[in-house]
């Protein structure tokens, strides 16, 4: 993401949505009741009541909606912003929804910007400059090619061998092999790192395969063992945090680290609280190291006091995705949690 303008009168600032983990941050950012401007397409007015065949092609035209919803779809790459057309040249008090892709530009207008939303600003700027990383779990009869984005780990591709007997659910034919380097070929880019992982020794025959016909990607991936392919390998992965110095840098890792320490103080009854209750007790100790919060808590309640009192007392806050494993099971303790520095009684 990059910001584009910004005036801290008029609280409004301007961005260019380079990625989709930008429309994610964005998702994050966004809330009801804001004020958005874009431009859109839309068919002129008087025209759209005509029968089919009559009606009017549609205008290029910049719109301001008061938001009403936000939905985040991360398999078609777009985020929907549905709200009531308040400026605009046309059709003022109807609605119309804006679909967000990269390369689109947008301003954001609130009353008042959060801290929390500030930060999601600051981090979208500072996450566009960190590469991607492509992950291929596999076993010698299936495949999953998946890529880290900021919001988790989003499966793009999974191959069969054809002596499984299973359909290929990827396009193309040929050689299993091939069309693993194929894809992972066709997602990587000029330094994107890439992981190759699973169970058996069919790694070691795609690291192979994939020197011979892409020695510049595949000359630099790393090649780690695990227990399970697929993405469920993947997942494996990135609990036990064995990717080394590829994913030092990732957020995913990070959040997923913390919330397996999270899960691992609880069995033990050791330095952590969860639950709102705990937690804003904890927080008002002075106890808390690390406060973990699901996003979609910060989406729809304004926990900015929260947040800034654990930091005023030393403490760290990690907003939590709720699009990886590790999110989900943050919410099924209550979206709350934080690790302490001393009991809380």
């Known amino acids: 993401m990059r910001v584009l303008h910004q005036d801290r009168k008029t609280g409004e600032i301007k961005v260019q949505v380079d990625s989709l983990d930008d429309l994610w941050h964005l998702f994050n950012i966004i809330s009801v009741g804001d004020m958005v401007f874009a431009v859109t397409y839309r068919r002129e007015e008087g025209k759209a009541d005509k029968i089919r065949s009559e009606r009017g092609e549609k205008r290029r035209m910049r719109l301001g909606l008061r938001v009403e919803k936000v939905e985040f779809h991360e398999f078609e790459d777009r985020l929907r912003i549905l709200g009531v057309i308040e400026e605009g040249p046309q059709d003022l008090g109807s609605y119309h929804t804006f679909n967000m892709q990269e390369g689109e530009v947008i301003s954001i207008i609130k009353e008042r910007w959060t801290e929390a939303q500030l930060k999601r600003v600051k981090r979208a700027v500072e996450d566009a400059k960190r590469p991607k990383i492509v992950f291929v779990s596999l076993e010698y009869d299936e495949a999953a090619i998946a890529v880290l984005r900021q919001f988790g780990i989003q499966e793009l591709a999974h191959i069969f061998a054809p002596s499984s007997g299973k359909m290929y659910e990827s396009k193309g034919e040929g050689d299993y092999y091939d069309e693993i380097v194929g894809k992972v070929v066709q997602i990587s880019g000029e330094g994107v790192p890439v992981i190759i992982l699973g169970p058996g020794f069919a790694k070691e025959t795609l690291i192979a395969r994939g020197k011979e016909r892409s020695p510049e990607i595949f000359g630099r991936a790393r090649v ?32 997923v680290q913390l919330v397996e320490q999270v899960l691992s103080e609880i069995s033990k009854d050791g330095l952590v609280a969860y639950g709102t209750k705990e937690v804003e007790k904890a927080v008002k100790m002075g106890a808390v190291d690390t406060l973990l919060i699901m996003d979609s808590l910060v989406r729809h309640r304004d926990l900015d006091e929260l947040m800034r009192s654990a930091e005023a007392s030393g403490g760290r806050v990690v907003v939590v995705s709720e699009h990886h494993d590790a999110g989900r099971e943050l919410e099924s303790i209550g979206g709350y949690a934080a690790l302490l520095r001393f009991k809380v009684e």
Not at 227 to 249: H, P
């Open 224 to 255: 780690f063992h695990t227990g399970q392919a697929g993405m469920a390998g993947i997942n494996e992965l990135m609990k036990k945090g064995i990717g080394g110095d590829i994913l030092e840098d990732s957020r995913v890792a990070m959040e």
